[in-house]
């Protein structure tokens, strides 16, 4: 059969609403935090050299740039569907490339021609070097898009901190362009210190950052949802973190060949004036802020908020639906989901929360809605008398139903 009928027999199976796999993803330079519900056995399943398993990406079609060792399709989410007593997976790049804006609607396919989002959990066990992501402008030199990014901490992975759960963010008010630059130019000599240069905030389970392209930031070591533009640029700035040494490679990944070793390039991928802001906590922490009235909500037997709304490029809702309840949750734009507590039904699907996964294994949390489908209502039944159904949904850019 063409992918073409396979993609349209995986929508029409789920009513409007894909399947999909887990997309498990290794970087080299992290040590997984071991909260992703991986086994234990998998977390370096695919060799040392690959570094351990410390990312699951979620609706993903933009695939991982790890190095000339990445794994065929490593980053890219698969849609799963019933073909007879076959098991069938299909990417869901092509699945959206065949249907267009069946899947995801036709304001997003006209302008994008691609889902231009992905989500993941970030798990590592310690900090990340003080790094940044380009713009639109300077990733375009390298043939990338830039990379915003918003970070919330999913209460039901953080049962531990892991070994520092504070993030430096920006540069500290008062700092030189030429301070930032030494510290660049410092990289191969040990520890290039431009943390000192910064701010650490203490990480909170339930909160969330936003932090758009041309920010300095290390992320601490909080198990992280984060919804993003659909690109994997990046460059780090710090020389040394954890005592251990990053790379000089990757100061300059994401740079084009003919500007490497030109340390003005680098501060200028700086956005300056964001970075030194003095209100830069107000401007880019996140509350959870309710869609609708609470008490509306709670009449219904739910309740949802959104973590993730400073950034036109993304948003993102967590939907919490009481024990015992059935609800139907409309939304006006398309969306990838993963259920992060209890059981239920969502549309026609079984849902479920692993508390452990093998690699390789599917699983029935997490899903993508189409746009008609998500517009039409999805309904969710949460039969369990104790446990809520905990869901978090992450939309593409200009979500129709966000209110910047």
Known sequence: MANVSLAAKALEQGKGILRLAPTWVPRSFCVPGRRIKLHPDDYYVL???????????????????????????????????????????????????????????DRLWDEYKSWPMYSKFFDNMGPLPHH??????????????????????????????????????????????????????????????????????KLEPGTGWDVPP???????????????????????YQSLVNEAIVPEEL??????????????????????????DPNFAANHFMMPKPVRPLEDMQAQGYVENWICYKSAAYSAKELTVMPGATVTIKDAAAYGMIVMQGHGKFGVWDIETPALIRYGQLTNDEFFVSEAAAKEGVVISNPSANDPIVILKHFGPNNPDLVL
């Open 47 to 105: 060799g040392g050299v690959r570094g351990g398993i410390d990312e699951r990406w979620l609706s993903s079609t933009t695939p991982a740039k790890n190095g000339p060792l990445t794994g065929e399709h490593e980053g890219l989410s698969k849609v799963v569907f019933q073909d007879g007593d076959t098991t069938e997976q299909l990417l869901l790049k092509d699945v959206i490339d065949e249907l267009k804006g069946e899947i995801i609607g």
């Open 132 to 201: 940044i992501h380009h713009n639109d402008e300077k990733a375009a030199l390298v043939g990338q898009n830039g990379k915003p990014e918003a970070y919330y901490f999913p209460p039901q992975l953080n049962n531990h901190g892991g070994d520092f759960p504070y993030t430096f963010f920006g540069i500290t008010p008062g700092t030189t362009k030429e301070q930032i630059k030494q510290c660049l130019m410092d990289f191969n000599k040990g520890d290039n210190k431009i943390t000192n240069f910064s701010s650490a905030y």
């Open 214 to 236: 041309g920010i300095l930031h290390a992320p601490g070591s909080l198990c992280t949802y984060e919804p993003q533009k659909a690109s994997d640029i990046f460059a780090m």
């Open 251 to 276: 100061l300059w990944n994401g740079t084009p060949q003919d500007k490497v070793g030109d340390y003005d390039e680098l501060v200028s991928v700086i956005d300056w004036e964001a970075n030194v």
